[in-house]
Each structure stands twice: as structure tokens, then as C-alpha cells.
């Protein structure tokens, strides 16, 4: 049985933190810790088997990456709802992280710690597609309908390319406000994943 906390135990975008610490992303430049922040950060608390059942992975696995991230404050324990001490709860400490920008104060300075969490984040998203590739032909047909993978090749100015990913996040924000409203148990509703990648093109 998958032991979670509803919605008022999520995180809000709000939450959202520009991380520029070389060891808290070589903390997360790990697929199945991204995957386990994932979990908490969509899913809400949960107990480290209610984790390890999602993930396939023993739960042994499971503590010793939660306390990899809980050194570098990315999650912490939290008290167990039903007070049974023998399970151990966990949360997310933040919705969404993102790298500070060549530049911005407090930039990461590490380039090898930078490399390494996109070489991870790039891995992770691949794994997600994989799984739900998996599922595809189980989901009903309005899902599989409603689903896209499109990729286009622009070109353009490094300005005109950051003028267009505003745009794009400003679609997004209003669209996660949307998403807000709906309830925990409410029919039809299902996680989603949205990722915006641009970068430039190479041959």
C-alpha cells in the first residue's frame, strides 16, 4: 500500500529556489535521487516504503539516498501522521531548483558539478519518457491523444531565444495556477510532465 500525504502537504511553486552550491548538485546529479525528489515533490510526504515501492528499489537503497539528500537540504523527516515511530516519513524541501545563470549573484562556480547534474537531468528525463512509453498502451485513449513529443530548430539571437523562453515560462506559470485548483481525489485529473529544453543546436 503507497502511504502519501495529500495536497496540503505539497509544495507550491512558491517553493521554487535557484540553487548555485556545487555540492547540493552533486548531491542531486544522481537519476534515482531526482526521481526520488520527483516522488515527494509530486506525490507529497511519504514513508521510505511507500517509496521504495514506487521505485522498485530496496528500501535500504531508499535511506541511503534520502540521507544523501537530507545532507545537502533537499529533504528532511517529518513527524509520522499516525505516530508510528516505526516508519519513517520524508519531504521534499523545495517544488523546483534551478541553476544560477552566468553572471547572477551567487553563480555556480564549479563547472564540473554543473556538467555533471544536467549530464543527470538529461539522464532522468530520458528514463521518464521510458516509462511512460512503457505505459502508453495501457492509458486510455484520450491520455495517449492529449500526449506530444515535438521538437523544432529555430534560429535564432541569444536575446531573441531568452525573450522566447519567458513567454514560455509566463504559459506555464498561468497553467500551473490551473493546476492549483484541482483537488487530490478530483476525476481525471493526473500528474503531467513538462520539460522545456532549449539549448543550441549541433549537428
Same mark, same amino acid.
Request: net charge negative; proline share 4%.
Given at each position: 500500500?503507497?502511504?502519501?500525504?495529500?495536497?496540503?502537504?505539497?509544495?507550491?511553486?512558491?517553493?521554487?529556489?535557484?540553487?548555485?552550491?556545487? &555540492?547540493?548538485?552533486?548531491?542531486?546529479?544522481?537519476?534515482?535521487?531526482?526521481?526520488?525528489?520527483?516522488?515527494?515533490?509530486?506525490?507529497?510526504?511519504?514513508?521510505?516504503?511507500?517509496?521504495?515501492?514506487?521505485?522498485?528499489?530496496?528500501?535500504?537503497?531508499?535511506?541511503?539516498?534520502?540521507?544523501?539528500?537530507?545532507?545537502?537540504?533537499?529533504?528532511?523527516?517529518?513527524?509520522?501522521?499516525?505516530?508510528?515511530?516505526?516508519?519513517?516519513?520524508?519531504?521534499?524541501?523545495?517544488?523546483?531548483?534551478?541553476?544560477?545563470?552566468?553572471?547572477?549573484?551567487?553563480?555556480?562556480?564549479?563547472?564540473?558539478?554543473? &556538467?555533471?547534474?544536467?549530464?543527470?537531468?538529461?539522464?532522468?528525463?530520458?528514463?521518464?519518457?521510458?516509462?511512460?512509453? &512503457?505505459?502508453?498502451?495501457?492509458?486510455?485513449?484520450?491520455?495517449?491523444?492529449?500526449?506530444?513529443?515535438?521538437?523544432?530548430?529555430?534560429?535564432?539571437?541569444?536575446?531573441?531565444?531568452?525573450?522566447?523562453?519567458?513567454?514560455?515560462?509566463?504559459?506555464?506559470?498561468?497553467?500551473?495556477?490551473?493546476?492549483?485548483?484541482?483537488?487530490?481525489?478530483?476525476?481525471?485529473?493526473?500528474?503531467?510532465?513538462?520539460?522545456?529544453?532549449?539549448?543550441?543546436?549541433?549537428?
Amino acid at each position: 500500500m503507497t502511504e502519501t500525504i495529500p495536497d496540503e502537504a505539497r509544495l507550491t511553486e512558491d517553493a521554487a529556489v535557484t540553487v548555485t552550491n556545487a &555540492d547540493t548538485l552533486r548531491a542531486m546529479a544522481s537519476p534515482i535521487r531526482m526521481r526520488i525528489l520527483g516522488t515527494l515533490r509530486v506525490n507529497g510526504e511519504q514513508t521510505v516504503g511507500s517509496i521504495s515501492e514506487q521505485l522498485g528499489e530496496a528500501p535500504g537503497v531508499i535511506s541511503y539516498h534520502l540521507g544523501q539528500l537530507s545532507g545537502a537540504g533537499l529533504v528532511e523527516k517529518v513527524k509520522s501522521p499516525d505516530g508510528d515511530r516505526r516508519k519513517s516519513w520524508w519531504k521534499a524541501c523545495q517544488s523546483a531548483i534551478r541553476l544560477g545563470r552566468s553572471g547572477e549573484k551567487g553563480e555556480v562556480e564549479d563547472a564540473k558539478a554543473v &556538467d555533471l547534474f544536467r549530464r543527470s537531468a538529461a539522464l532522468s528525463y530520458e528514463m521518464a519518457y521510458e516509462r511512460f512509453l &512503457d505505459k502508453l498502451p495501457e492509458l486510455p485513449q484520450e491520455w495517449a491523444d492529449a500526449c506530444t513529443s515535438d521538437d523544432h530548430v529555430l534560429r535564432l539571437t541569444a536575446e531573441e531565444m531568452s525573450s522566447m523562453l519567458e513567454e514560455l515560462n509566463e504559459v506555464v506559470s498561468r497553467w500551473q495556477i490551473k493546476a492549483g485548483v484541482h483537488g487530490d481525489n478530483e476525476p481525471g485529473v493526473e500528474p503531467v510532465a513538462l520539460i522545456l529544453q532549449a539549448f543550441r543546436w549541433f549537428s
